[in-house]
């Protein structure tokens, strides 16, 4: 914004300002050249009443002539004192009467010839003329030190290029000042726009924007509305379909599970003492490794779409609508250890709880669906004889900030390499070479929920750098 609209209106301003002030110098210049040629015509008119002036010889040869000025030439003399001069000179050069420094050749005409002469720091304008007089033919000369022309020139940087120079500088300023303050809305719905995160399609204020981006502010909206449209859409049917799923996945897996322990017990019957010996047990093993895959194939299929479910409830968009109650995060955590404490004994893995006493402000069940995922994925990878630690309480995130409540699971498994550890909380994202099934849900189901308790999802290693530890802070 600052480098493309902003710049091109300080462009567009600034310019016809340096034009005008450049004309402004321009017609300085010219009214200054209009009262030169006025004066130049008063200095013409001055020369036959200064030759009228002359009204009587020397009384010698080398006595100067008896010069009596006419009230014009002398008024002209008497308003500008110290910046006028008069010369009577001579056919050969020498100044009869007037100012010694007026001195020269003659012209070589009648006519008038002007010209301009610097003495003591005054730039004079002079009018040389060859007159007949009563005393013989002569030059008369006037000299004026008010040239508006002259001056002009010599004070060129001081009455002119300055003013305008600091008009120009305080234009700068005043224009700049002026397009921030009417650009100032539209960086303000820019900033907000930069700062929204991509899951908000929220509708913008057009009543804050000015008429001229309003369109733009509703073009927007209508665009939000879409995409959140399009998104909603799709949420409802990852949902409905996850939903719909369930009941024919639960009813296959529980006719699997029958199968695998009516063949499991088959196996085991024909590996009995008692059993006849005339039975086939490469079938009947055979049967059974089948039924076991098949009974793997629905466990995952059905926590396919558990988990597809969970992270369409647990959408952020969908999520923040539904209100928030007080949380109990110690009882929140001995009712998740209670439901996964089979799992755990079943891998002989430690599955303790560290925890305090701490409240939060959030969804209670999005919590719960949260400490799930993250205890299933830590018992999941987690090889056999391992740790696992449940852990809440209250902490400060960082040395010196302010105490907050706080959810975290340990592990002391294989861990995630600290280049994967923001890639694991994408959907569906499994770190390669991997041995453990599943999904790649569990960890983006948590980030999930965190983000709708505008807490992110931290990841780091276990004690001792072994293993992972995932942890969040939650507002009181």
């Not at 013409?44 to 020397?58: E, F, T």
């Not at 049917?237 to 996945?249: E, K, N």
């Not at 189901?445 to 995932?470: C, F, N, T, W």
Request: glycine content about 6%.
């Amino acid at each position: 914004m600052s480098s493309g609209l902003q710049r091109r209106l300080l462009l567009l301003l600034l310019l016809p300002l340096l034009l005008l002030a450049a004309l402004n110098t321009w017609f300085d210049f010219r009214s200054a050249d209009s009262a030169a040629l006025q004066q130049d015509r008063q200095l013409l008119n001055l020369v036959p009443l200064l030759a009228d002036s002359v009204v009587a010889r020397g009384e010698t040869e080398t006595a100067p002539p008896v010069l009596l000025t006419a009230p014009p030439v002398d008024e002209f003399l008497s308003a500008r004192p110290g910046m006028s001069a008069f010369a009577v000179v001579g056919l050969d050069g020498r100044v009869k009467v007037g100012d010694d420094w007026l001195t020269g050749l003659p012209p070589t005409t009648k006519e008038a010839e002007f010209s301009s002469e610097e003495y003591e720091g005054v730039t004079y304008r002079i009018v040389s003329q060859r007159v007949k007089t009563v005393a013989g033919e002569l030059v008369v000369r006037l000299a004026d030190g008010s040239d508006p022309r002259q001056q002009w020139l010599r004070l060129l940087a001081l009455k002119v290029l300055l003013p305008n120079l600091v008009l120009a500088v305080a234009g700068f300023f005043a224009v700049n000042w002026a397009v921030r303050t009417a650009l100032r809305p539209l960086l303000e719905l820019k900033d907000a726009v930069e700062r929204r995160s991509p899951r908000d399609l929220s509708a913008l204020d057009p009543d804050a924007s000015p008429d001229e981006v309003r369109p733009l502010v509703l073009s927007l909206n209508r665009l939000f509305g879409l995409v959140n449209a399009q998104a909603e859409s799709q949420a409802r049917f990852v949902a409905d379909a996850a939903h719909q799923l369930r009941t024919p996945l639960a009813g296959l897996q529980a006719q699997v599970e029958a199968w695998a322990q009516a063949v499991s017990g088959g196996r085991n019957a024909q590996n009995s003492p008692l059993a006849p010996v005339n039975a086939a047990p490469a079938t009947i093993t055979l049967g059974a490794d089948q039924v076991l895959r098949l009974r793997q194939a629905a466990r995952r299929t059905s926590q396919l779409a558990n988990q597809l479910l969970a992270l369409s409830r647990a959408d952020s968009r969908s999520a923040q609508g539904q209100p928030m109650q007080r949380v109990d995060l110690k009882q929140l955590c001995e009712v998740v250890l209670e439901a996964q404490l089979e799992v755990a004994m079943r891998k002989d893995i430690d599955f303790g709880l560290d925890v305090a006493p701490a409240h939060v402000t959030g969804q209670e069940w999005l919590l719960r669906e949260l400490l799930v995922n993250l205890v299933d994925n830590a018992l999941k990878y987690t090889p056999q004889g391992g740790r696992v630690t449940l852990r809440c309480g209250v902490r400060a995130p960082q040395p010196g900030a302010t105490s907050q409540p706080f959810l975290e699971v340990e592990d002391d498994g294989p861990g995630i390499p600290q280049a994967e550890q923001r890639r694991v909380l994408e959907r569906f994202y499994r770190v390669p070479g991997t041995a453990v099934e599943g999904n790649g849900l569990g960890l983006a189901i948590a980030d999930e929920i965190a983000r709708v308790h505008r807490s992110p999802l931290q990841l780091g290693s276990g004690a001792a750098g072994r293993g992972l530890r995932v942890w969040l802070s939650l507002p009181a």
